[in-house]
């Protein structure tokens, strides 16, 4: 349930599927960002548990905003009642942001952009 989900559910069905009223906030990360942390440690022979995630904290619907402007087709938001209670999650960062001083995530708009533009030439994403 996010954006990869709704990227395929569009492609596949024409649709997002929200529950409630899309209003619940995650953090996110690009998986390029993910690879240049990885890559970082290794090189710097970095040690402990880092909450991996980027500062920019999204809810579901400004996600099928953003993909609104992103994904050449239109589509349809469809809701259902929310089975459980609403629940935001925002991810404490700043011991990472310590032990990689300097370090940019791509914005959150251009990995989407770019996420969409792979699976929209591939129509294969898992």
Same mark, same amino acid.
């Given at each position: ?14 649709? $997002? ?24 440690? $290794? ?8 909450? $991996? ?10 996600? $099928? ?62």
């Amino acid at each position: 349930y996010g954006p990869t989900k709704f990227i395929r559910s569009i492609l596949q069905n024409g649709e $997002v599927h929200l529950f409630g009223d899309g209003s619940e906030r995650r953090n996110y990360i690009f998986i390029e960002d993910l690879v240049g942390i990885t890559e970082t440690f $290794v090189i710097n022979d970095q040690e402990g548990i880092f909450n $991996v995630a980027s500062d920019d904290n999204f809810s579901f619907l400004e996600i $099928v905003e953003n993909l609104r402007i992103i994904m050449p087709e239109k589509f349809e938001v469809r809701s259902s009642e929310r089975s459980q209670p609403k629940t935001d999650q925002k991810i404490n960062c700043q011991k990472l942001k310590a032990a990689m001083p300097g370090f940019l995530f791509t914005p959150f708009e251009e990995g989407l952009r770019i996420t969409c533009e792979i699976a929209i030439n591939t129509k294969n994403m898992k």
